[in-house]
């Protein structure tokens, strides 16, 4: 998988759970355990994201995932009442613009680190197939 690829399915999931998060801010009544799941896992995927740039980019993600972690925190001790979902909502919402705006992945692209070649110990000869052996009559 190239980096590319793979900088293109997290922010796709990190997509799909931030969704998912908003909507679970948004519903009456709030559903505690969706939206925990729904924060949690967004908040996997943009560390995700952040690991997956070059340094000078990643610091840009760095208080993106301060405040998701502040806000997960209070997703996941209980303390959010309909007045801290709907401030928090609003809170992800500004962040979502300005990910989408940013960190899209056709943006930063060509910012991403380069895949890590496998590693090998073998020498190269090793690694070459048995040469077939004429059969004898």
Do not use: C
């Amino acid at each position: 998988m190239t980096p590319l690829d793979r900088y293109r399915k997290h922010y796709l999931m990190f997509d799909y759970w931030n969704g998912e998060f908003m909507d679970g801010l948004r519903a009456k009544p709030l559903n505690a355990k969706r939206v925990k799941l729904a924060s949690t896992e967004s908040l996997n995927e943009l560390t995700m994201l952040q690991s997956l740039v070059a340094e000078d980019l990643g610091a840009q993600f760095a208080p993106l995932i301060e405040s998701r972690a502040r806000i997960n925190r209070q997703v996941q001790t209980s303390h959010l009442s309909e007045l801290t979902a709907g401030a928090a909502w609003r809170e992800l919402d500004a962040q979502s613009r300005a990910i989408r705006r940013d960190l899209f992945w056709r943006k930063v692209e060509d910012r991403l680190k380069p895949a890590q070649a496998p590693n090998t110990d073998e020498t190269p000869a090793a690694q070459e197939p048995p040469a077939a052996t004429p059969s004898t009559p």
